[in-house]
């Protein structure tokens, strides 16, 4: 079976949703939820720019984890400033965690429009930040942010900027769909490309702009990436990231990739509304696998179905993901819906 490790961005672009602000209390209460699920990574901020985060990390000095590694987030370096003396760079070094991921920049746009500088030079920092956090002791992955825009734009570029970071000592390159308005054939053809020039694990980071989020991760999965970045509910800025309560289930019962163990997806409708009650938000009932409606049935012919015969209107078990069945009582209803 296929192995596919899950990496779990709630606490960082989780947190950039619009209606989510976590406190220190909030973040370390998630994290110890999300080790108990089984995720591989829990990403837990972004040491550098935020106090906030600072704290999260030094806390998490003192709670040991059961199966997760927590992982410090951050930039690349400045261009004016050297990698040894780059604030965020000697932040990342310092948040104690044995594994670090750095966005740098995939998309020729951005390095002259956002960054300012030339397209060599944005070269030179993606590889310098990466080879001397390696230098540090770290295990780094590299998020290649706005790669799939970039790779429309000016694809010899794109890739370029992942052979920098592969040689400076990336452990894993995640392709990220940044903007969100990837098409699942566009990803496709992409990473294909991907796997033929650059080669080694690779990732994928997918924004749900397009409501493609989900469908773009499973469809990179299925060419043959090893790592998926996801958060909780979907929670992200915008409209969202790749939503891990279907992505999990979806990997685990339709795919038959080994991820997280049975009994830890039976967990996941808890885990689900643990994260939406820390974050005071409503959960979203009509969430597939794990909100309450998710397999709710309302209308007769439907209930007599289902009380024959579950697999009728429900496509997988309800208590694979810790759910349950019901039953609604309407002017819809059927004498099915009512109890002998």
Request: glycine letters at 8%.
């Amino acid at each position: 079976m296929q192995l596919v490790e899950i990496y779990d961005t709630t606490l960082r672009d989780g947190a950039q949703s619009e209606d989510v602000s976590f406190s220190v209390e909030d973040k370390l209460r998630i994290a110890q939820k999300l080790d108990e699920l089984g995720l591989h990574y829990i990403e837990g901020g972004w040491p550098g720019a935020n106090p906030k985060d600072i704290v999260f990390f030094e806390e998490m000095k003192r709670i040991p984890l059961k199966s997760a590694k927590l992982v410090a987030f951050g930039a690349t370096r400045k261009s004016k400033n050297k990698v040894s003396q780059d604030p965020n760079i000697k932040a990342l070094a310092e948040a104690g965690t044995e594994v670090v991921t750095l966005f740098g920049k995939s998309w020729d746009l951005h390095v002259t429009e956002a960054l300012g500088i030339t397209l060599k030079k944005n070269l030179e920092i993606i590889s310098d930040s990466i080879a001397y956090l390696c230098s540090q002791g770290k295990r780094v992955f590299y998020d290649a942010e706005h790669f799939f825009n970039g790779y429309l734009a000016k694809p010899e570029y794109a890739l370029k900027t992942l052979e920098a970071a592969k040689r400076a000592g990336a452990e894993c390159i995640i392709l990220c769909d940044t903007n969100g308005g990837t098409m699942p054939w566009q990803l496709r053809e992409a990473l294909e490309v991907v796997q033929r020039e650059i080669g080694g694990q690779l990732g994928i980071h997918t924004h749900n702009d397009s409501e493609m989020a989900v469908a773009n991760a499973l469809t990179a999965v299925e060419i043959g990436v090893t790592q998926v970045q996801g958060t909780m509910n979907g929670f992200g800025e915008r409209c969202g990231n790749a939503n891990l309560c279907s992505l999990l289930p979806n990997l685990k019962l339709k795919m038959k990739i080994n991820c997280i163990a049975d009994e830890q997806l039976k967990r996941l409708r808890e885990v689900s509304h643990f994260v939406s009650e820390i974050a005071n938000l409503p959960h979203n009932k009509h969430q597939p696998y794990v909100g309450d409606a998710a397999f709710a049935h309302k209308g007769g012919i439907h209930v007599h179905a289902v009380r024959k015969k579950a697999e009728t209107y429900e496509h997988v078990a309800p208590s694979k993901i810790g759910n349950r069945q019901r039953v609604l009582i309407s002017d819809y209803a059927g004498k099915s819906n009512l109890l002998e």
